[in-house]
């Protein structure tokens, strides 16, 4: 239970950066292209329900299966148990918030380009917040993979 979860999670990552690479090109090209934002755009839903699918699964490993998530002893002082104890949720979580508030802004601007723009930038500083967050193989300390 615990390694499928990890894997899920870890591959999942890359569906999340595709999409959300993806609905930020898209909301970029049709900044200035004179359109009002659909209210749904497809693409940015889909890369917001995956980064929720990431929070679920994230949450579940968290709370009851990582062993790398402690609440005792040296945590701060340990760089893996801090990382996923305290770094890791809390950049996710603000990543995803903004993801979250940008679709739901989005979704109520009825003014040519505005939509567009609006999940341009939230969409971005979240990717941005998300790609700190990861735990890359080529970040010293963790033994997570690429997949
Ligand atoms: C878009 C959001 C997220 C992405 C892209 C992401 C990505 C990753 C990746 C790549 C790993 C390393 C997996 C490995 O060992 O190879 C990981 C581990 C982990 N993530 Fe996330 N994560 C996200 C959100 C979250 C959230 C919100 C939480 C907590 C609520 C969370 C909790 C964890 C935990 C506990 C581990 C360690 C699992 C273990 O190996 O024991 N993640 N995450």
């Given at each position: 239970?615990?390694?499928?979860?990890?894997?899920?999670?870890?591959?999942?990552?890359?569906?999340?950066l595709?999409?959300?690479?993806?609905?930020?090109?898209?909301?970029?090209?049709?900044?200035r292209?004179?359109?009002?934002?659909?209210?749904?755009?497809?693409?940015?839903?889909?890369?917001?329900?995956?980064?929720?699918?990431?929070?679920?699964?994230?949450?579940?490993?968290y709370?009851?299966?990582?062993?790398?998530?402690?609440w005792?002893?040296d945590?701060?002082?340990?760089?893996?148990?801090?990382?996923?104890?305290v770094?890791?949720?809390?950049?996710?979580?603000?990543g995803?918030a903004?993801?979250?508030?940008?679709?739901?802004?989005?979704?109520?601007?009825?003014?040519?380009?505005?939509?567009?723009?609006?999940?341009?930038?939230?969409?971005?500083?979240?990717?941005?917040?998300?790609?700190?967050?990861?735990?890359?193989?080529?970040?010293?300390?963790?033994?997570?993979?690429?997949?």
């Amino acid at each position: 239970m615990y390694t499928a979860l990890q894997h899920a999670h870890s591959g999942l990552r890359w569906v999340v950066l595709v999409l959300l690479v993806a609905a930020i090109l898209k909301a970029t090209n049709k900044r200035r292209g004179g359109s009002v934002y659909p209210g749904k755009d497809k693409l940015a839903l889909f890369a917001m329900i995956s980064v929720h699918v990431q929070l679920l699964l994230g949450l579940i490993l968290y709370l009851w299966l990582s062993p790398y998530v402690q609440w005792q002893g040296d945590i701060m002082g340990q760089e893996i148990v801090r990382f996923y104890t305290v770094e890791h949720i809390l950049g996710m979580l603000i990543g995803i918030a903004f993801i979250t508030i940008g679709y739901s802004k989005a979704k109520r601007q009825v003014e040519l380009n505005v939509g567009w723009k609006t999940i341009g930038r939230w969409y971005f500083f979240g990717l941005l917040l998300i790609l700190l967050s990861i735990p890359w193989p080529f970040r010293v300390g963790f033994d997570a993979g690429w997949f």
